[in-house]
Each structure stands twice: as structure tokens, then as C-alpha cells.
């Protein structure tokens, strides 16, 4: 059990599947009590058992976070259930891939509905409670889509951006307040069934990857930011170089991601169109990860890294061996 959070009270959104059903097991395995939300109350049900056989208390609050009412009614629950909120996570999410113009609008809006204003309206419901409580952390999980656009993903780059904004404007309002904090995570791509739940009006397969993140390595941010919480925090450096690579130079960036967005595309099987679940909830994919590492038989990004870094520090470490070696031959006498 973790000292810092057990007992703690956490709320997430988006806890179905995915990164938010990470989180919640991860928060569970340090003794945390859970209010978890997402519409389909099924996998939230055997969510909430899951949790208890890890030794939290858990309850499962169907909520769809496009309703500002159930939103609220989601906090009052938590706070009267837990009689404080100390986090709520904002992490439920969509988005409609493929040329803008060939989506219904209604998917667009949904983007911004789902991502955007069901954000917005789960700040509005729990500002108040960390307001009168005195302490409380918001926790908006953003994507790199909003550091940098993704073409193709207009309505979810505009939504992702948006949410960034909103997170620094809150972050300065509340600056006087010292123990309550408002942060922004940064994904990079994670292996989850999220490609599954959103819409694909490309007409192409989506072959996302190879270099996956998992959302265990995004959970353990929000663990890591529930103990101490940080403004921004990339997981992964692709999404820190995506920061990196628009801030100092937008329009090669823009013009980069576009050409290989196009590339790929051009190059992608032909896929079905599909709206995902985003209007109307699906069975399909209640897992926490989206069986992309399995299926195209790679280890998580993280492995990668942590081999890479193994193997330059190996490198320089024989390296710098065989210089010293070198200068002790050059430095003896020749008989
Ligand atoms: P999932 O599809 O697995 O998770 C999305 C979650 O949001 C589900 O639990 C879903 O549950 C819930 N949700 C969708 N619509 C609503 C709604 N109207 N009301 C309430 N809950 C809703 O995908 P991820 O885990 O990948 O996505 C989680 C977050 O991470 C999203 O905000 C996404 O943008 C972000 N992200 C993901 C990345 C990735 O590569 N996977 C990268 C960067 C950021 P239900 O259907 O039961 O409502």
C-alpha cells in the first residue's frame, strides 16, 4: 500500500477502457477510493470488482461526460460517497480520423463535445469542492495533438489545443491557491482500444505505430502527479520533441507531419468507414491495452528506450575503454 495515496479520493473519467481503466487499477493497487465514469456501465460494474480484490473501495458512476448535469451529479456522488474529492481526472475521450470535409459534422462536434467541453464541465463540477475544501488536483489528460497538429485529426488536434488552453488559463487563476494544482499530460501513442472506439471516415486501415507507449506508463503519471503534481508532463519523448519541434519551428513541423500523415495514408490498405462508438456506446473493447504491441509483436516503447539507453551508455562506456587503453599504449616506452 502506498502511504501518500491510500485513502486518497480519485475520480476518472473515461475509466471503461484504456488508459483511464489503467489508472484506476493503479490507483487501486495503492489503497486510493474510486469513483469511476464512463458511459457504459457494464465494464465499469466489473471495473468496481476488480478494484475491491485489490483492497480499494470503488464505486461506478455511469456518466456521460457530454451532459454537464450528470457531470456534476458525478462529483456530488464522490464527495458525499468519500466526503472529499483529493483528484479527478479528466481523461474520457474521442475523435473522427480521416479529411475533414468527409465526416458528418456530427462527429466533429461530438470531438469537441466529449474531449473539449466534457473537460470543461468536469472543472466546473469539482473547482468548487477543491475551492471549499482548500486543497484538490485536476489532472487533464491532453495528447501530444495538443502540442503539435495532427492532419487528418482536425476536430481532435482543435479539441486537444483547446484543452491545453483551458489547463494553463485555470492553472494561472488558481495560482494563489497553494494546494490546489492543475496539470496537463502529454501522451504520445498508446497501445489502447482507443483507434477502435473512434470514428474512421478514410475509407484506409489504421496501422498506427511501431512505437508504442502503454497506458500503465501513462497511469503511473497521474499516480506520480496525484503525489506531487507538475504543470506539464509529456509521456514519451516523441510528444516532448512534437512540443519541442512546434514551438520553435510551426510551420516545417505542420508541413512534416502533413506529408507524412498523407505518406502513410497513401500507403495504408483500404479500411471500412466507420463512426466507432462515438455516438452510440459499443461492447467492443473494454481492455486496457488495443492488442497493437501484440499484434505486430514489438515491445512497449518504454523497452525500447530503456535498451537504447542501455546499449549507448554499453557503447560509450567500451568506447571511452578502448581511448584510455590507446592513450596508456601511446604513453609507455618503446623498448
Ligand atoms: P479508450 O477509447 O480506450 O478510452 C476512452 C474512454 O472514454 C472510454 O472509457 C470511453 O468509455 C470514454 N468515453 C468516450 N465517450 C465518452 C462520453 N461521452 N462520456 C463519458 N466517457 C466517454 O481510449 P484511450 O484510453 O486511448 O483514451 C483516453 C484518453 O487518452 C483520451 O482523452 C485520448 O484522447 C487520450 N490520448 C490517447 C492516446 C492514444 O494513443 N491512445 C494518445 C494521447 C492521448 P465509454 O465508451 O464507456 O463511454
Known amino acids: 500500500m502506498d502511504h501518500e495515496l491510500r485513502g486518497r479520493s480519485v475520480v476518472i473519467t473515461g475509466a471503461s477502457s484504456g488508459i483511464g481503466r489503467a489508472a484506476a487499477l493503479a490507483f487501486a493497487r495503492r489503497g486510493a477510493r474510486l469513483a469511476l465514469a464512463a458511459r457504459r456501465p457494464g465494464p465499469l ?64 462536434r461530438r470531438t469537441i463535445e466529449v474531449n473539449l467541453l466534457g473537460t470543461m464541465y468536469g472543472a466546473a463540477a469539482v473547482l468548487p469542492i477543491f475551492l ?5 488536483t485536476l489532472i487533464n489528460n491532453i495528447s501530444m495533438g495538443g502540442w503539435a497538429p ?16 483551458f489547463t494553463a488559463s485555470l492553472r494561472q487563476e488558481l495560482a494563489p491557491h497553494r494546494h490546489i494544482h492543475v496539470c496537463g499530460v502529454f501522451p504520445s501513442i498508446i497501445d489502447t482500444p482507443g483507434l477502435d472506439h473512434g470514428a474512421n ?42 512540443q519541442v519541434a512546434f514551438a520553435l519551428a510551426p510551420m516545417p513541423t505542420e508541413q512534416l507531419m502533413g506529408l507524412v500523415m498523407r ?27 488495443g492488442g497493437w504491441l501484440a499484434a505486430k509483436k514489438v515491445p512497449s516503447a ?11 551508455v554499453a557503447g560509450l562506456a567500451i568506447l571511452l575503454a578502448s581511448r584510455a587503453a590507446a592513450r596508456g599504449d601511446a604513453a609507455r616506452p618503446i623498448d
Not at 132 to 136: N, P, V, Y
Not at 302 to 312: E, F, H, L, S, T
Request: with cysteine.
Open 302 to 312: 518504454r523497452r525500447i528506450n530503456k535498451a537504447v539507453g542501455i546499449a549507448a
Open 45 to 108: 460494474d466489473e471495473l468496481v470488482v476488480e478494484c475491491r480484490g485489490l483492497g480499494a473501495e470503488a464505486i461506478a458512476v455511469p456518466t456521460d461526460v457530454t451532459d454537464a448535469e450528470a457531470v456534476a451529479r458525478l462529483a456530488d456522488q464522490a464527495q458525499r460517497t468519500f466526503g472529499v474529492i483529493d483528484t479527478w481526472i479528466n481523461n474520457a475521450g474521442t475523435g473522427v480520423f480521416g479529411p475533414y470535409q468527409d465526416a458528418d459534422v456530427a462527429l466533429h
Open 132 to 136: 471549499r475544501q482548500g486543497h484538490g
Open 201 to 242: 471516415v478514410s475509407g484506409k486501415r489504421l496501422n498506427p505505430g511501431p512505437f508504442f507507449y502503454t497506458a500503465e506508463d501513462v497511469a503511473a503519471v497521474f499516480v506520480s502527479l496525484a503525489r506531487r503534481p507538475r504543470d506539464e508532463t509529456a509521456v514519451g519523448w516523441p510528444a516532448r520533441a512534437a
Open 263 to 289: 505518406k502513410a495514408l497513401g500507403r495504408a490498405d483500404p479500411g471500412p468507414r466507420t463512426d466507432g462508438d462515438m455516438l452510440v456506446p459499443s461492447d467492443k473493447g473494454t481492455s486496457v491495452d
Open 150 to 165: 495532427t492532419p487528418f485529426a482536425a476536430a481532435y488536434t482543435a479539441s486537444k489545443f483547446g484543452i491545453r488552453g
